[in-house]
């Protein structure tokens, strides 16, 4: 059974920094690609960023470049998102994600996942 465990989101000020991490178990990590979702309020939940921990290929929606980072754990079954200069639209539940059909991050980044953790609240207070 596939499962996702996140951490590491609470409240932070404008313009600080976050990591989350997700620990997985369930499935073979090398195969699949992880990543993190996010559902901010009025919005569908979307793709942040994505990595394949075979070969460390990440995908980054354009929400996320150049403020958030994905990386993998030694174990290859932990993920991380380091998000900087958070903003408070940056607000909301971000999941963590799997799907058992996709081993690129660009496929389970653009597409809807069958996996999903219970998520981790961000607020970002203005």
């Known amino acids: 059974e596939v499962q996702l465990v996140e951490s590491g989101g609470g409240l932070v000020q404008i313009g600080g920094s976050l990591r989350l991490s997700c620990i997985a178990s369930?499935?073979?990590?090398?195969?699949?690609?992880l990543g993190w979702f996010r559902q901010v309020p009025g919005k569908e939940r979307e793709g942040v960023a994505c990595?394949?921990?075979?070969?460390?290929?990440?995908y980054y929606a354009a929400i996320a470049k150049g403020r958030f980072a994905i990386s993998s754990g030694h174990t290859k079954n932990v993920v991380y998102l380091k998000m900087d200069d958070l903003r408070p639209e940056d607000s909301g539940i971000y999941y963590c994600?799997?799907?058992?059909?996709?081993?690129?991050?660009?496929?389970?980044?653009?597409?809807?996942?069958?996996?999903w953790g219970q998520g981790t609240l961000v607020t970002v207070s203005s």
């Open positions: 990595i394949n921990s075979l070969d460390g290929t990440t």
């Open positions: 994600a799997t799907d058992l059909g996709h081993s690129s991050s660009y496929a389970l980044c653009t597409r809807r996942p069958t996996e």
């Open positions: 369930g499935f073979t990590f090398d195969e699949f690609a």
